[in-house]
């Protein structure tokens, strides 16, 4: 079967196909096509099966992406399912959103001159043909262990906690404060990246695998720490970060400028056919509007292209660097641009002018890149005099996330946070300064990818069984 490798040299890269801009403008709909058996196999086959995978090593879970190319290509579906299955909890999620182009594709040893390997894409088909066929199962336990934990938060990182324990015989409870399972990955990441199904069958997989989840449920409200803490053996916090980080600046207060994550949220209920009276009455809904959005990672995006789709008159994302320094992916700004948003490139907002209490437009200036910082990146400084006016009916402000005050939240103090505000943690057994109680995902991070979550939610379950094995059998443990 070796000579079914390294195709690079005859076969070009070749993405999913697109639906048209234009057809995909008017739905919610996943935008690439699925590939099919032949184009899968033909293009893992351009695999170069390295000695030193830069793609594995580039990718947060260190999939084994080699091995599951080669298995695609000779068309053993089935084991490169279980091959990509052992080191993701969600390859049909990743295959999605991930940014492959700065991860696994964009570092591919191949790039150069022959364009990388279609990674993504392939991972995607794997999976979702692995679902089809029935070979993807709840985590069945061989045997069932006297150890319970309780994990706050039902998003990547405190799901593929709940997995990796469950398949080890725990009795896993979830809470979270939403009425579904699935954190951003259902009210956050529009339907266009990711199909609210693909989540929620994994969600009824996990129920049907003995996971408990408890919805709904606002942990300092409904249930305390403490409370958790003496319930279970050992408590998980993976709340990620939902506090919207805010622009201040003249007409800051003015009506229409609202954060990201409640514009997305309003859209993907309304989707998911909840009733959304915000989106009902137009507050958090673009259609036959002006609408800017300020900010220029994936999750600004996802709100141009959700204005796009539900009717707005015109969208213009404004980016205080240029198109190379952007922070998001670049096939999401492609696919912005083939859908009509327009970007302002190195435009600074400054503030917001108002009519009748209304937003009517955002007050920016024109910037320039000037000389790299500690970090290595240019800075960015006004242009004098280049102040202009950018019409806005709604303005958006996608400018990132920070961590909510969990301390005061859960009303226990005894959680540390750090200065930006996330939770301190040992770095070597992920817990808490609170005896039995971890943190993972983007409550220590700070804000992140999907996939960085199911990595720090896989490594905290080894750490969580560590613990409680370790105070199992030893006395003096077991008595603090």
Known sequence: MADRMLQFVRLSQHQPDKRAAAARRSDFGEIYQRFSAERASEQSSRCSQCGVPFCSIHCPLNNNIPDWLKLTAEGRLEEAYEVSAATNTFPEICGRVCPQDRLCEGNCVIEKGFESVTIGAVEKYITDTAWEKGWVKPPSPVREVPHSVGIIGAGPAGLAAAERLRGRGWKVTVYDRYDRVGGLMIYGIPNFKLEKEVVLRRAEQFAAGGIEFVLNCQIGRDISL???????????????VYKARDLGGPGADLAGIVPALEYLTASNRQNLGDAVPAYEDGTLNAHAKRVVVIGGGDTAMDCVRTAIRQGATSVTCLYRRDKANMPGSMREVSNAEEEGVRFAWLSAPEGFEGEGGKVSAVRAVK????????????????????AFSEPADLVIKALGFDPEDLPTMFGEPGLTVSRWGTLTIDRRSMMTQLEGVFAAGDIVRGASLVVWGIRDGRDVADQIESYVLAKASSPALAAE
């Open 367 to 386: 910037m320039h890149l000037g000389l790299p910082d500690a970090t290595g990146r240019q800075q960015v400084e006004p242009i004098p005099s280049s």
């Open 226 to 240: 403490e409370e958790l803490r003496a319930k279970h053996d050992a408590v998980l916090i993976a709340t990620g």
